[in-house]
């Protein structure tokens, strides 16, 4: 496991600010999307681009969700690294919800209702608020980030996902999106074994998050298909039916590193992506790169001084 430090506070003349220093800079984007956009973003496949828009309209409610159970143990901590880190990835989740808030308004104009999905799961997490114990919601937190950090790592990773964005805007989105679940993968988990969650609980947890989260997941794509008129498209749909549950399909991939949670004693950094994202991060933010003109604080582009 690689244990991540604080940098100094200050490189030449620009004050870094805490989740820099512990190597989770929030970067703030301002992508645009719009009706230019690709319709059919991802493969130029339907089902394919419902079931992402169908993830990214989980987001900013969701993401809100997870900062907010992180938060609700923010007195404990007195480590100034993991307070730190909860700076940034409390800033980087804040700026995920922004953004796809953005993407899923672009998606409702081509008529995918995304917009009407997050208000709805808004409802449902203001009630899981108030009802669920704040140990179970950061728990359920946890296994979300872990959801979260596979997917994404395997976004990174595989080339196929790169080749099938369509869209420029688009690709930008989920790769930075990507990029920063990895860097700030450890914060939840670190928090809860903070807080005395337990294994218990979190396999627990993780088990009953599972179905939820196919089953609201798999609801809502086909709410999706359905507006799009493409829900009995059987021959489209099937395609991407395999290339995601099929033999080297996206789930299936990620089945061993989803297990792993399962494991006693399990930590995210056993996941090592210490290269995968020094990649990436040079593939961006460096001069020419993705995401170097897009970047509104590009002084704090985050050449990360701590590792994540
Ligand atoms: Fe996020
Ligand atoms: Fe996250």
Sequence with gaps: MTQATLADTNTGNVRMTAGERAGIPPRRMDFEFSEETNRYWYGNSAFLTTFWTTLSSLFPEGETFFVDSVKNYRGIIKDPLLK?????????????SKEHEAFNNMAAKH???????DKELGVMLRFVRKVVPKKMQLAATVALEHYTAILAEQLLRDERHQQMIK????LKLWMWHALEENEHKIVAYDVYQLAGGGYFLRTFVMLI??????????????RLLWADKSL??????????????????????????????????FHPNDHDTVALLDEWRHKMLDEGGMLADQIKNPSRAAKSTAAA
């Design 232 to 265: 009995f498209k059987f021959k489209d749909n099937w395609k991407g039916i395999t290339f995601l549950w099929g033999w080297k399909g996206l789930f299936p991939q990620l089945a061993g590193k989803y297990l792993d949670f399962f494991r006693p004693g």
């Design 111 to 117: 008529g995918f209702p995304a917009d009407k999905l």
């Design 209 to 222: 998050t599972t179905v939820l989260f196919f089953a609201i997941v798999g609801v809502n794509h086909a």
């Design 167 to 170: 869209d420029p805007e688009a």
């Design 84 to 96: 730190a880190q909860v700076s940034g990835f409390i800033g980087q989740e804040a700026m995920h």
